[in-house]
């Protein structure tokens, strides 16, 4: 959304602050705690939406943020770690998330990919990283056969056994049950295709899914069920356990849940990061669950942010040279940029929470 048509109030270290009844996407909260962004992106044309992070292997001081213009006359788009935009591929039909996997094979090469939903073409669109060709033969069709499509949310699954590929895609709605479907992305007479492997994942009804992330080392899948929690399910599409294994950040959400982002501190540590998207605030979890129950998670943080109303999020903690060495996380905002956190700054807001 562009403006926000309600008062919300987002709480800070000082006292309350509040915007207008009509806030548009520019007049942020200024409030003194908030976490401010260390690089905002070019603009976009129409629409910011979703961020993915490519880290790129020979140098990742070049890395590049990947993130979606949503609308009918829709792109990607490439972000330099300053911002600036290095390449805009156009002509895509409302692309609403976006995800990257690493090493896909590809007429006998390992190529990485950006994977982005196509929602008014009803497909998931498949490009070469860093150069954002097309290699999908047009896209592959989602949800086949189904009453309910427009796929929004997306998050590729690599599984650390035989580095298989699996997309998860979501929609604007769909039924109480198998509301997820996954696809196996495969290589077929040089480009990607994609087969449904599972049907999975409940939906509460009560508005949509659109944010989902995926935590390869740990095989977890996590989707945000909007203005209800954070589901967690088995990421392989394989695993004899299909039920559901937690539904957590349940409470303290202004308006949607929405992106998803996960920090790694260590094999099987970090942080989940979800957005309070009424708030403009990031709610964190530790990504290793509680103690003696990997599936129960206890807020850790609330952190205001200066990114308005995020809808997509990632973060990675790979070095990024030397204005970012303990990685990044990366929220979009509604005045059609994406904002960059040094995630320093991230870890010192969730040290002082917990210090609270």
């Not at 490009?127 to 427009?150: T, W």
């Not at 937690?246 to 303290?252: C, E, K, N, R, V």
Request: with cysteine; aromatic share 10%; hydrophobic share 35%.
């Amino acid at each position: 959304m562009n403006k926000l048509k309600t008062l919300f109030f987002a709480s800070c270290a000082t006292g309350l602050c509040a915007t207008s009844l009509d806030v548009y996407a520019d007049q942020n909260v200024a409030c003194t705690d908030t976490l401010q962004a260390t690089v905002i992106t070019e603009h976009v044309r129409h629409d910011s939406d979703d961020p993915a992070i490519w880290i790129n292997p020979a140098d990742a001081g070049k890395s590049l943020i990947i993130g979606t213009d949503k609308d009918k006359d829709g792109a990607l788009y490439a972000f330099d770690l300053t911002g600036k935009i290095v390449k805009r591929v156009g002509g895509i039909q409302r692309p609403n998330n976006v995800d990257i996997a690493y090493g896909f094979e590809l007429n006998g090469k390992k190529v990485d990919i950006a994977v982005t939903t196509e929602r008014n073409a009803n497909k998931i669109r498949v490009f070469s990283l860093p150069d954002l060709q097309p290699i999908d033969n047009g896209g592959i069709e989602v949800f086949v056969g189904e009453q309910d499509r427009d796929p929004m949310g997306i998050a590729l699954y690599t599984r650390p056994s035989d580095q298989r590929i699996f997309a998860i895609v979501g929609r604007k709605t769909g039924p109480q049950d198998n509301y997820l479907w996954q696809y196996e992305l495969k290589p077929s007479n040089g480009a990607v295709t994609g087969t449904v492997v599972r049907k999975f994942g409940r939906y509460s009804g009560k508005k949509e899914i659109e944010a989902i992330a995926v935590d390869n080392e740990l095989g977890y899948v996590y989707y945000s069920d909007e203005q209800t929690g954070v589901r967690k399910y088995l990421a392989d599409p394989d695993a004899k356990d299909n039920s559901e294994l937690a539904l957590f950040a349940q409470t303290g959400f202004s308006v949607d849940h929405e992106g998803i982002a996960i920090y790694k501190t260590g094999d099987k540590t970090g942080y989940i990061l979800v957005s309070n998207q009424g708030s403009q605030r990031f709610m964190v979890y530790p990504r290793e669950g509680s103690a003696g129950n990997p599936h129960r998670y206890e807020l850790l943080a609330e952190i205001p942010v200066s990114a308005m109303e995020t809808d997509g999020a990632d973060a990675t903690q790979v070095s990024l040279g030397p204005q970012f060495p303990k990685g990044i996380f990366v929220a979009m905002s509604t005045d059609r940029t994406f904002h960059v956190y040094d995630w320093r700054s991230v870890e010192e807001k969730i040290r002082a929470a917990s210090q609270q």
